[in-house]
Structures are given as C-alpha cells and as structure tokens.
C-alpha cells in the first residue's frame, strides 16, 4: 500500500531574505569578535548618549560603527548601515562647513550601492571543497567577501596619486574658503582612494583607513563648542576596527584549502 506524503510547504521569499539577514549579520563571529564588536557599539552608544549632540550625530556614531565591524568581517550588509551612517553625516560635514567632508559624504552613499554590486560577484562560504561535499546543503552559513591584496609598484603608486591630489585638491579648497582646506583636502582625497579599494576588495584600504580616522578625530575637534565628541568616538573606534580589519582581511585574501 502506498502512502500518499505532503510535500513540505516552500519557504516565502520573504522568510528566506529575512533569514539571510540574519545569517549575515549575527553569525559566524568567534567568541574574541562578539566581545570586540559588541563593546565597540556599546561605546558608540554610551558616547552619543552621553554627551549627546543631537541625533545626527548619534545615527551616524552607532550606523557608522556598525558599518565598518561588518566590512572589517567581510559582511555584504554594511553597505545598507554605510547608507543610514552617511546620509546623516552629509548633513552633519555641511553645517560644519567642511567642503571636502561634504564631497567625501555624498561620494560614499553613492558608491555603497556600486560596491554591493561588486561585492555579490565575490562572496565565499568558509568552507573547504572536501567539507561542502560532506554536507548537503550551505544555505544559511554566512558568505565573507573574497579578498586581494596590493603588489609593491602598485603601492607606491597610490602613494604619489595621495601626495598630488591631496596638494591639488587641497589648493583648491583654499580658494572656496574652506576651514581647514589641506587637512580637508588630505581626508578627501585619501577617503575615496581608501573607499575604491574596499570597493575592489583590496586589503590595503586599511591603512588608509587608519591614517584617514587619526585626522579626522583632529577635524572633528575644531568644530565650534569644543568639537563633536560622538563623532570624535566613532573615529577611535574605527581606528580600533581598522586594525582588526587588516588582519581578518589579511586572512580573507588567502585561497580556500582544496581539501
């Protein structure tokens, strides 16, 4: 006798988004990675509530941090904290007049949706062939970006572009009367060179980053009224994130074992 059997009910696209999501933004960190990362935004949040500066501000402290923890991980989510970080921080670069905040701003909400694009294309489950073979399914792991990184010669030529668009740029600011129009200019033009290399997946955006957060903690220092210390946080905090960003890249760059 045959028994009939009900076939299992498929899964809506919407729960199968939802729990990709999820999967992107919760799992897979090692034990050192939740501890880091959760006092991180718990610092963020702790500053901005503290010495609130308004909810520009604290959107763009606690988005901001989000943002870079999950491109530190390799995770394709931060491009849509990227976008809740920058749109406030836009605003935030205007009323403090720096013009070349204000490039920098409206080029990063643009290029979080060119780097989602190639990101998608690049994506990795952390897992050996030999291991994808013993298990029937790798729906629901998370997926980390694969990385590259710079060769020397390629190194120093981003080195002598940063030197001369930063003289540029920055003389340029000079004559539309920017405060501060080289230290300006400087995180400008070493931000969008820092951003196309995390948009093409290159390790070194990292030491870019670096230098760029030590600056614009003193930028955010000169604003009137003492400086924007939540912004000023969420630097600190970056610089912290950066350093783990080059070492989990740095791994992230290295090919999947065969077997």
């Given amino acids: 006798m045959t028994v009939a059997t009900t076939p299992a009910p498929q899964e809506s696209t919407l729960s199968r988004y939802a729990r990709a999501v999820y999967t992107d933004l919760f799992t897979g960190y090692t034990p050192f990675e939740k501890i880091f990362f959760a006092t991180l935004i718990a ?4 500053v901005s509530a503290t010495v609130f500066e308004g909810w520009l501000s604290a959107v763009t402290a606690v988005a901001g941090m989000i943002c870079v923890i999950l491109v530190g991980k390799g995770r394709i989510s931060n491009y849509f904290f990227g976008v809740v970080q920058n749109v406030p921080y836009l605003i935030l670069a205007f009323q403090a007049y720096f013009i070349g905040e204000i490039t920098i701003a409206a080029f990063y909400v643009i290029t979080q949706f060119w780097g989602l694009y190639m990101w998608r ?9 030999a291991q994808r ?10 997926r980390d970006v694969m990385t590259r990184r710079l060769t020397l010669p390629q190194i120093g030529l981003a080195v002598v572009i940063l030197g001369l668009l930063t003289w ?3 003389y340029l600011l000079t004559q539309w009367g920017s405060n501060q129009p080289y230290v300006d200019g400087f995180t400008t033009v070493i931000a969008v060179m820092a951003q196309i290399l995390m948009v093409f997946r290159f390790r070194e955006q990292w030491v870019g980053w670096l230098v760029l957060n030590a600056v614009q903690i ?6 009137d009224g003492g400086g924007n210390l939540a912004i000023m946080a969420m630097y600190a905090g970056f610089i912290a994130n950066s350093l783990y960003g080059w070492y989990n890249w740095s791994k992230l760059s290295r090919p999947l074992p065969q077997s």
């Avoid at 073979?133 to 998370?142: C, D, L, Q, V, Y």
């Avoid at 003193?218 to 604003?223: A, E, I, P, Q, R």
Wanted: zero cysteines; aromatic letters at 10%.
């Fill in 133 to 142: 073979a013993a298990t029937s399914t790798i729906e629901g792991e998370p």
């Fill in 168 to 170: 540029g740029y920055g």
């Fill in 218 to 223: 003193y930028l955010w220092s000169t604003v």
């Fill in 121 to 129: 294309k690049n994506m990795r489950v952390e897992k050996s062939q």
């Fill in 43 to 46: 610092l963020q949040i702790l």
